[in-house]
């Protein structure tokens, strides 16, 4: 990861070093403070220099998310998945690594704007999430199936992490858009969203847009009772 200390000249700035740089700018300063002017000031160049790399803030904070969940699926333990529950916990402990990792970032990855707004809930790597659905349909669950899972445990995980992320100082609210920021394109849709590399997810797509939040809230308190009297009567 790049470090705020470096100094690159204009000619050394790369998209790579700029996401990397804003991904620990944010780490120590958190995403309400990071602007294009912070940035080009910790890189020790002029914040319209970075304009020809980012198109600014919005982009910028995308591509932040996207260089924190990049390639977690490679990092998932291969002996554990082999069997659904070992997947489930290795998935489990590979997302929690980011969210300890950089706390006070996590929380874009559930506040950006979705890369598929219908996905419930809107854990924001399709790779992941496609991973995930073709790993349980690959282990005899049915596809209804495998969407419950990833509905209730995805609910579950980031609710938890959210909250080890507040712990550690994070802010969840979204991060104020700017006014301009180089015309950055703000996705308000997925008219435009290539599911190509996604099959699994393009095959459910009806189902993962469902919204069962009561539901699945209401079931999983009664799971924590449930587990409370058990713990309380032993």
Do not use: C, N
């Amino acid at each position: 990861m790049g470090s705020q200390s470096e100094t690159p000249g204009r000619a050394r700035l790369s998209r790579d070093l700029i996401v990397r740089s804003a991904l620990a700018y944010i780490d120590a300063q958190g995403a309400q403070k990071l602007t294009m002017r912070s940035l080009g000031s910790a890189l020790g160049v002029e914040a319209m220099s970075l304009y020809r790399h980012v198109s600014g803030r919005e982009d910028l904070l995308e591509a932040v998310v996207a260089q924190m969940l990049r390639g977690l699926e490679e990092d998932l333990d291969s002996e554990l998945s082999e069997t659904w529950q070992g997947y489930l916990q290795t998935f489990a402990h590979v997302v929690r690594r980011v969210a300890l990792d950089h706390p006070l970032a996590f929380p874009l990855v559930a506040t950006r704007h979705p890369a598929a707004p219908w996905l419930r809930p809107p854990l924001r790597s399709l790779s992941l999430v496609e991973d995930f659905l073709r790993t349980l349909i690959g282990h005899g669950f049915t596809e209804g199936g495998a969407v419950h899972a990833y509905r209730s445990f995805s609910s579950f995980l980031l609710g938890h992490l959210l909250l080890e992320s507040v712990v550690q100082g994070a802010e969840t609210s979204p991060v104020d858009q700017p006014l301009d920021e180089g015309g950055a394109q703000i996705p308000e849709g997925d008219a435009e969203l290539d599911l190509a590399d996604f099959p699994t997810v393009a095959r459910l797509r009806e189902a993962l847009s469902e919204d069962h939040s009561k539901e699945e809230f209401e079931i999983g308190l009664e799971t924590l009772i449930e587990r409370i009297e058990m713990h309380v009567s032993q």
